[in-house]
């Protein structure tokens, strides 16, 4: 069977909300500028925190950083600029220095939306045929709307970057919305039917069960369903959430959709790296970003 974007966002239950400022707060900082903004998205307010250069002229090249999971519900958006301790550091600023506007959002449960547990969440919607990872894709969505409306944004020079929940959010996301441009995604690449097969899945979220995906797609398959936009792939050669067997399954299927354009497909495995972000790997996303983002420009 095909495996196409329609079908996907069938599963995920797709769809694009209103996005909307209501509330904009921004401070200069050390070398960047930040933004704490409030977004109506849907019927809810969601908090997003955005990075920029500082004395930026016109539109420039952005990214939609969406943030992870590590078990802690209080950051949320704040990663942006707080890090993590898998983290370098919050990669915010280092994304405004280097010239891009970055944008984070709360997820559901995280940040200042954690007023309820991923478990009493996950499941209210799993009752439905619904997923948090759908509800948390449709709100990336309806960030990046409001992100490529923006005056100092080039919509059509947009990327995506995640690190662990992030990294699955990021190439999901790429997969179902041709708005991104181009995706790096960190620590969080494997497929899980030998995640599952192994007993490693349980150490994953709730907020990943899709009803029935597994019938049709698999990591491998949906991050495929981005070719032939760049894409860079980075793991830790010992994370425990990219055992190598499910990696392997999952990279064969994602090297097969760009035989065309291979060139388009970067993979950066760090020898003896568990679940964490390795200097290797920063440096690694910059070039990528400037290689399709920044040549872009005057393409």
């Not at 960047?32 to 539109?59: D, F």
């Not at 499941?123 to 509800?135: T, V």
Request: hydrophobic letters at 45%; a negative charge; charged letters at 20%.
């Amino acid at each position: 069977m095909t495996k196409t974007r329609a079908r996907l966002a069938e599963l995920i239950r797709w769809q694009v909300p209103e996005a909307a400022v209501i509330d904009s707060l921004e401070t200069r900082r050390d070398g960047y500028v930040l933004e704490v903004l409030t977004l109506q998205i849907g019927a809810e307010q969601v908090r997003g925190l955005l990075t920029k250069p500082l004395n930026q002229n016109g539109q420039g090249p952005a990214i939609l950083y969406a943030h992870s999971h590590g078990g802690n519900y209080d950051i949320g958006a704040e990663e942006l600029i707080r890090g993590r301790e898998y983290l370098l550091d919050g990669p915010g600023p280092a994304l405004a220095k280097a010239g891009y506007v970055t944008l984070c959002i709360d997820m559901p449960c995280f940040g200042r939306r954690n007023t309820v547990t991923e478990a009493s969440a996950s499941k209210a919607l799993l009752w439905y045929g619904k997923s948090l990872l759908g509800k948390m894709l449709n709100e990336e969505a309806a960030a990046l709307s409001y992100l490529a409306s923006r005056d100092d944004v080039d919509p059509g020079r947009i990327g995506a970057l995640g690190m662990s929940m992030g990294s699955t959010l990021s190439y999901f996301h790429a997969a179902l919305d041709e708005r991104i441009a181009v995706v790096a995604h960190l620590c969080c690449f494997a497929n899980q039917r030998e995640m599952i097969a192994s007993g490693a899945h349980d150490g994953h979220g709730i907020y990943m069960v899709v009803p029935g995906l597994l019938e049709e797609f698999d990591a491998g398959q949906v991050a495929a369903l981005i070719a032939p936009r760049p894409q860079m792939v980075c793991i830790g050669e010992d994370d425990s959430l990219t055992p190598p067997d499910a990696f392997k399954a999952a990279w064969l299927e994602l090297e097969a959709a760009y035989l065309g354009k291979p060139e388009a497909l970067d993979l950066l495995i760090e020898p003896g790296v568990g679940h964490m972000e390795t200097p290797q790997m920063r440096d690694s996303v910059l070039w990528f970003f400037e290689r399709y983002l920044k040549a872009a420009e005057s393409a």
